[in-house]
Each structure stands twice: as C-alpha cells, then as structure tokens.
Nanobody, 124 residues
C-alpha cells in the first residue's frame, strides 16, 4: 500500500494561485499513475488532472485546462497541482489518488489509494 498526504490548501480570492502537494510513502510510488480529484459539498468526486508514472502523459478536466498544471517528482515521491486563476467554482476538497500501473484513468473507482483531502476555498 501507498500512503498519500495532501497539503497546500487554503482560502484565497478569485484570481489567486495555489499549489497543492501530495506526498507518497510506502510502496514505490513511482510505479503508480496518479491523479487529483475534487469534491464540492453535495456533489460527486470529480476528476481534475492525472499524470502517468514517468510524467510523459498528463490529462485535465475541461474545466481546469489552461489554468491547472499537474506534475510529479518521483525522487521526492511527491505530486503537485499548480492552480492559477482560481474561480469560486474551484472550491472543493481536493484529493490525490494513486494506483499501480502505466495508464491514467479519470474514473475515481479505478484508483486504489487516496489521501485524506485538503480544502480549497475561493472567495469572489
């Protein structure tokens, strides 16, 4: 198993930026495809971005394309989500997820390991 811990959330104003981090420990996280998801109150957990284990492929939800950037540093066992031009509709709990494999999926059900989440609140 791999343990995931998110950090970097907070309260910001619309137009601001944040960088989320997801620190992995346990089995070798570099073997895992990883992703970021978010869940707003009363809504389903939605895919935000995903990255392959060697960073050669990245994927984004349409709602964040051009504003968010996913990256990872396998030497530090850490994944990041840089969020620019934040909007109030980006407000949610953000979760990182991982699963051993080379393919990135957008379905939350595919991932086997999850962090506890970090709150991002964007005020207008």
């Amino acid at each position: 198993q791999v343990q995931l811990v998110e950090s970097g959330g907070g309260l910001v104003q619309a137009g601001d930026s944040l960088r989320l981090s997801c620190a992995a420990s346990g089995r070798t996280a570099s073997n895992d495809a990883m992703g970021w998801f978010r869940q707003a109150p009363g809504k389903e957990r939605d895919f935000v971005a995903g990255i392959s284990r060697n960073s050669d492929s990245t994927y984004y939800a349409d709602s964040v394309k051009g504003r968010f950037t996913i990256s990872r540093d396998n030497a530090k066992s850490t994944m990041y989500l840089r969020m620019n031009s934040l909007k109030p509709e980006d407000t949610a709990v953000y979760y990182c997820a991982a699963r051993t494999g080379s393919i990135v999926y957008s379905a939350a059900s595919w991932y086997t390991n999850w962090g506890q989440g970090t709150q991002v609140t964007v005020s207008s």
